[in-house]
């Protein structure tokens, strides 16, 4: 078997976000969205 092919047991979903503020926003303003955007993953996939 191909060491590098993951099997189904190994393999993961990764996704990528990417955010563009505009040059005036705060930074205590970007800090917020990514925070919230951040705990979204325990709203999705929650913690047991």
Do not use: W
């Not at 926003?25 to 917020?32: C, D, G, K």
């Amino acid at each position: 078997m191909n060491e590098a092919i993951n099997t189904s047991e190994q393999a993961s979903i990764q996704r990528v976000v990417c955010f563009k503020f505009k040059n005036e926003t705060s930074t205590e303003t970007i800090q917020a969205h990514i925070d919230g955007f951040d705990a979204l993953k325990n709203t999705i996939y929650p913690t047991t």
